[in-house]
């Protein structure tokens, strides 16, 4: 069974005017760190497209003259997927999404579980609350298939029902 560890924390920017470089500097970070290039985007602005995901060598310049510009912004995603993908959502090795804005504004970042040696959540948390207040966070290892629906019924929204979704391991929450 595939199983991706998912950081995932309700949010708030603490200034709206530098939230969407910091989070872009902290994803490109963790390439580095990471030894890995995301290989797609997807952003909501003025001025993008916010339907769909596009390659990282056509669509990373433009978010970035976006972010310098200061256009209102939504969301912010990088993914890191395989070159026979069929769904982002399903076959992702990487997801970080930052979403600000509706009704609901939050940080995730997933990863296959055996992607990375050492899913460092502790210095994660300690990264994003320099630009991010967190007022409610999990970690958990679950099902690929459970992420989104555990993720956003149970965690963003109060009344989900944690018992439909496999959490195998929780690691943190707060």
């Not at 309700?10 to 989070?23: F, N, S």
């Not at 390439?31 to 497209?49: D, G, K, R």
């Not at 596009?54 to 972010?67: A, G, H």
């Not at 990088?78 to 009704?103: E, I, N, R, T, W």
Request: include cysteine; charge should be negative; aromatic fraction near 14%.
């Amino acid at each position: 069974m595939r199983q991706m560890i998912s950081l995932f924390a309700v949010c708030a920017p603490v200034c709206m005017d530098t939230v969407w470089k910091e989070w872009y500097r902290f994803c490109m970070r963790q390439e580095q760190e990471q030894a890995f290039l995301f290989s797609h985007v997807s952003c909501s602005t003025e001025t993008l497209n916010p339907n769909g995901i596009r390659t990282r060598s056509r669509y990373l310049k433009k978010i970035e003259v976006c972010i310098d510009r200061k256009e209102e912004m939504s969301s912010i995603e990088f993914y890191l997927l395989p070159k026979d993908f069929h769904q982002a959502v399903f076959d992702f090795k990487v997801y970080m999404a930052l979403s600000l804005g509706g009704g609901s504004s939050y940080c995730e970042i997933t990863v296959e579980d055996r992607f990375w040696d050492d899913f460092a959540y502790p210095i994660y948390f300690e990264e994003l609350r320099k630009f991010l207040r967190i007022t409610k966070a999990e970690v958990n290892l679950l099902p690929h298939e459970q992420v989104f629906n555990y993720n956003v019924n149970c965690i963003l929204n109060t009344n989900g029902a944690r018992e439909k979704y496999g959490v195998i391991e929780q690691m943190y929450a707060e």
